[in-house]
Nanobody
């Protein structure tokens, strides 16, 4: 069982930046993928970014070029740096750990990001 705890959310003005963190209770170096999802009010949860065990990164088009996912295996922590934030980035951001293809995954409780002037 892996527990994930997100932090770093908050209220930010449009154009601002935030860095989200996801601290894992277990070793993330063995995880197939570490991922970030988000869920805006009234909408379904959607994929934001992922990083594989080999360091490959993937982003949804909505954040590509504005966000960077990274991992610190020594700290068992994954980060999501988000820049040039827009009101449409407002959502609860969730960390997800996928141990392997087809395996059960793990979710954190989420951290709220609000982009508003």
């Amino acid at each position: 069982q892996v527990q994930l705890v997100e932090s770093g959310g908050g209220l930010v003005h449009p154009g601002g930046s935030l860095r989200l963190s996801c601290a894992a209770s277990g070793k993330i170096s063995s995880m197939y993928r570490m991922q970030w999802y988000r869920q805006a009010p009234g909408k379904q949860r959607e994929f934001v970014a992922s990083i594989t065990s080999s360091g490959m990164t993937y982003y949804t088009d909505a954040v590509k070029g504005r966000s960077t996912i990274s991992r610190d295996n020594a700290k068992n922590t994954v980060y999501l740096q988000m820049n040039i934030l827009k009101p449409e980035d407002t959502a609860v951001y969730y960390c997800n750990a996928l141990p392997g293809i087809g395996s059960n995954d793990y979710w954190g409780q989420g951290t709220q990001v609000t982009v508003s002037s």
